[in-house]
């Protein structure tokens, strides 16, 4: 079965600077999507950033950009430039259409804090 | 993209009644996913309700305590049966609308038992 591993349960930086949040997964699987999500106090999932396994090129999003290590099974965020409104629960997520349909298993969570 | 109307958003619920928590989707969807979370603790999968079939249950969550309805290809309701004060939870439905699309969830429902 696969499994989706976040090692810091929190983490804090200060506005304005850069953090990354870690993600560890393990399939044996070849095709399979990671995502990484945001859940704020109101509960909302919202989508950070996505990576299919099949492109080599990190995903970038605005702020977010991601280093996916395929061989390493790792896939770290880093969000640049912290903003206050990126405090919330970060979660790694993992998909394959191969054995698990379209189910998503998640990491356990990173709390973020931004410091003004 | 798929926008999903969750309800109701929170509720406050006498032990051994029962809730049912209703997610409607603007488009049609093959399959809905039914997921629960914990106080601090990550996302679990409930469910997944397939239109036309009974949901397929992962280890640990049975029918008789979370029955799922799924009556047509933009709604599903979860129950929460029996409730007691483990139940407390956030539940949340969820749709992937494409294979290479991300996944969309629903506001989410807060669930506490008293």
């Known amino acids: 079965a696969q499994t989706v591993t976040q090692s810091q349960p929190e983490m804090s930086v200060q506005e304005a600077e850069t953090v990354t949040l870690s993600c560890t997964y393990d399939t044996s699987e070849s095709d399979y999507y990671l995502f990484w999500y945001k859940q704020p106090p109101s509960r909302q999932m919202i989508l950070v950033i996505r990576q299919e396994a099949y492109k080599q090129q990190n995903a970038t999003e605005n702020r977010f950009s991601v280093n996916f290590q395929k061989a390493a099974k790792s896939f770290s965020l880093k969000i640049s430039d912290s903003q206050l409104g990126d405090a919330a629960m970060y979660f790694c997520a993992y998909r394959s259409e191969e054995t698990s349909g379209s189910r998503l298993t998640f990491g356990e969570g990173t709390q973020l804090t931004v410091n003004p | 993209s798929a926008v999903i109307s969750q309800k109701p958003s929170r509720d406050i619920c006498q032990r051994g009644t029962s809730l049912t928590i209703q997610c409607q989707v603007d488009s049609q969807v093959t399959m809905m996913f039914w997921y629960r979370q914990q106080p601090g603790q990550s996302l679990t999968l409930i469910a997944t309700a397939n239109q036309g079939s009974e949901a397929t249950y992962e280890s640990g969550f049975v029918i008789d305590k979370f029955p799922i309805s799924r009556p047509n290809l933009t709604f599903s309701t979860l129950t929460v049966s029996n409730m007691s004060p483990e139940d407390s939870s956030i539940y949340l439905c969820?749709?992937?609308?494409?294979?290479?699309?991300?996944?969309?969830f629903g506001q989410g429902t807060r669930l506490t038992v008293v």
């Open positions: 969820s749709v992937v609308p494409g294979k290479n699309t991300e996944a969309f």
